[in-house]
């Protein structure tokens, strides 16, 4: 599922709903970005390049491809690598890699299988 394949144009109109816009503002953010590291199957590769401002994806082989990217250095972002589910490994860095590793442990205790 991408959002622009097999765009039509349509008669309908986009109505904004009242919301606030201060949540998505992030110029006085304090968090640095961080390069990560991650470990893919080829299947999500277009969903990434989507997902990622700028992915720089250096190799392809046997259906697995490796790729550097760019995040905020906190928690919502490293849970956003958790999207990806099972198709995608941070490699680096180690503390992201060990984050992501306990919510795994978290989230299979909470299904108890």
């Known amino acids: 599922f991408y959002r622009i394949d097999n765009i039509k144009l349509t ?10 816009s201060s949540v998505f ?3 006085s953010a304090p968090d ?5 590291s991650l470990r ?4 999500i590769k277009k969903h990434l390049e989507e997902y990622f401002d700028s992915i720089t994806i250096t190799a392809c082989c046997d259906g697995i491809c490796t790729a550097n990217v760019m995040i905020f250095d906190n928690e919502q972002s490293y849970n956003s690598l958790l999207l990806f589910g099972d198709k995608c490994e ?9 984050y992501i590793f306990k919510k795994a442990i ?4 909470l299904y108890k299988i």
């Open 11 to 20: 008669s309908n109109v986009f109505t904004m709903r009242n919301f606030e």
């Open 25 to 27: 503002d992030t110029s």
């Open 32 to 36: 640095q970005m961080i390069e990560i």
């Open 40 to 43: 893919f199957s080829e299947t």
């Open 90 to 98: 941070c490699l680096e860095p180690f503390k992201i890699r060990e």
């Open 106 to 109: 978290d989230i299979s205790k």
